[in-house]
């Protein structure tokens, strides 16, 4: 039986930031089931801004491309800041979603994605909707139905999980496994299309 590859990006810039914490969460969960993941962190990476030119010569473009186009799935860890993802996760679909010259194609093309937020306001739990959108259009990604959002009243002390989210933690984890699993199989690839 083949274990399903899985991509984690934490995508915060804060030292304490609580979308990594679960996005280590979700990676005990992953590896508790089997499979393989590769962890990155873009607090550790320097990330190039996005010019469409020089940014692909960059050390850390062909790791994070390969990280998402050779797995068979995507878990991003977001920060919800002012009624979206952080600025580094747009960065990141930028530099590794471009098209270009040399045969380039992007990395996301019918990616299974899940997302991890975590927020300050319990109604901004639809932030992370237009990134969404944007994977699923731009890029044909499925993206998995089951959202973890969280923000401080989530947690214990301000350090361990709610039952609560880790009960909706889960969760997605098995439909994230599932989803990878079951579309292992598909014959189509996509690329640039209305």
């Known amino acids: 039986m083949h274990s399903s590859k899985i991509t984690i990006l934490s995508c915060s810039m804060d030292?304490?930031?609580?979308?990594?914490?679960?996005?280590?969460?979700a990676e005990s969960l992953l590896r508790e089931r089997g499979?393989?993941?590769?962890?990155i962190d873009l607090q550790d990476l320097e990330l190039p801004v996005f010019?469409?030119?020089?940014?692909?010569e960059h050390p850390s473009y062909d790791r994070l491309y390969h990280a998402i186009r050779d797995a068979d799935g995507v878990l991003l860890a977001v920060p919800i800041y002012n009624w979206s993802v952080g600025s580094a996760a747009k960065s990141l679909?930028?530099?590794t979603g471009?098209?270009?010259?040399?045969?380039?194609?992007s990395a996301w093309f019918d990616q299974i994605v899940t997302i991890?937020?975590?927020?300050g306001l319990p109604h901004s739990y639809m932030a992370y909707g237009s990134l969404a959108?944007?994977?699923?259009?731009?890029?044909?990604?499925?993206?998995?139905?089951?959202?973890?959002y969280a923000t401080e009243r989530d947690w214990i002390d301000g350090l361990i999980l709610s039952d609560a989210l880790v009960a909706r933690l889960k969760k997605t984890i098995e439909v994230k496994l599932e989803l990878s699993s079951?579309?292992?199989?598909?014959?189509?690839?996509?690329?640039?299309?209305?």
Not at 35 to 39: D, G, H, N, R
Not at 51 to 56: A, E
């Open 35 to 39: 499979a393989e993941v590769e962890f």
């Open 51 to 56: 010019d469409n030119l020089k940014c692909y």
């Open 182 to 194: 079951g579309l292992r199989a598909r014959t189509y690839t996509s690329d640039w299309e209305i």
């Open 15 to 25: 030292p304490e930031s609580r979308s990594r914490r679960m996005a280590r969460d």
């Open 98 to 105: 471009a098209t270009g010259e040399g045969g380039r194609k």
């Open 133 to 148: 959108m944007s994977l699923m259009l731009d890029f044909k990604c499925v993206i998995n139905p089951y959202v973890v």
């Open 93 to 95: 679909i930028e530099l």
């Open 116 to 119: 991890v937020c975590s927020g």
